[in-house]
């Protein structure tokens, strides 16, 4: 069954704008991760959050995790029109196994 | 260092016909993990691999679908009697293990049944 389910699942923004995606999860969870894909292909990790954050910074990247909420939100600050992707949150299946649970995914476009 | 390989990128086959896909995971990375994408969806986990065995065969999508790994690195995924259905994007990850390591994902194999 879909753990994770993102909102929007399409965002068009200007370069220079900010764009916030979100994430809500239906389970309990030992982190959350948010990945970028682009071009349909590989992924690339960007942030994880473990259960017990609350917030976590990478350069331009900020992530919030409200587990009474069971959601996630993903900002990505001044954005650039390299930023152009497939965002998804993914949540670890309460199985320590590492096992990824992924959501559909925000696609963002950044206009030049 | 040399990130996660899978070969083929791209596979066409016909429906009936069997394929072997193949994941070489970074060095010294014991968690193996195969996840499929459908045109335009999220991933679908399908199996997960910690060492040469695998703990959780749980997101196999049917008795056609098996994968091994031997000598805890190389990953094949066989899918026999392809279905125009198992057309998708194929993805192999690998990690150090554990619930708290970020997945590494290659390039991924893009399968198409004709």
């Known amino acids: 069954s879909q753990q994770g389910e993102e909102d929007p699942q399409a965002l068009s923004i200007q370069e220079g704008e900010n764009a916030t995606m979100n994430c809500s999860y239906k389970t309990s969870i030992n982190n959350l991760q948010w990945y970028r894909q682009n071009s349909g292909r590989g992924l690339v990790h960007l942030i994880l959050i473990r259960s017990n954050e609350r917030e976590k910074h990478s350069g331009r990247l900020r992530v919030t995790l409200d587990t009474s909420k069971k959601s996630s939100s993903l900002l990505i600050t001044a954005s650039r029109a390299a930023d152009t992707a497939s965002y998804f949150c993914a949540t670890d299946w309460p199985s320590n196994t590492g096992k990824l649970i992924f959501g559909q995914g925000t696609t963002l476009q950044v206009k030049p | 260092g040399a990130g996660v390989s899978q070969s083929p990128s791209n596979k066409v086959t016909e429906k009936g016909k069997d394929v072997e896909l193949r994941c070489d995971p970074i060095?010294?990375?014991?968690?193996l993990y195969w996840y499929r994408q459908s045109l335009g969806q999220g991933l679908e986990f399908l199996i997960y691999f910690q060492g040469n065995s695998a703990p959780d065969k749980s997101g196999l999508p049917s008795d056609r679908f098996s994968a091994e790994r031997t000598g805890g690195s190389v990953s094949t995924l066989t899918i026999q009697r392809t279905q125009q259905e198992d057309s998708a994007v194929y993805l192999c990850?690998?990690?150090?293990?554990?619930?708290?390591?970020?997945?590494?994902f290659g390039p991924g194999t893009r399968l198409t049944v004709l």
């Open positions: 060095s010294g990375h014991t968690a």
């Open positions: 990850a690998s990690s150090l293990g554990g619930q708290y390591n970020e997945q590494f």
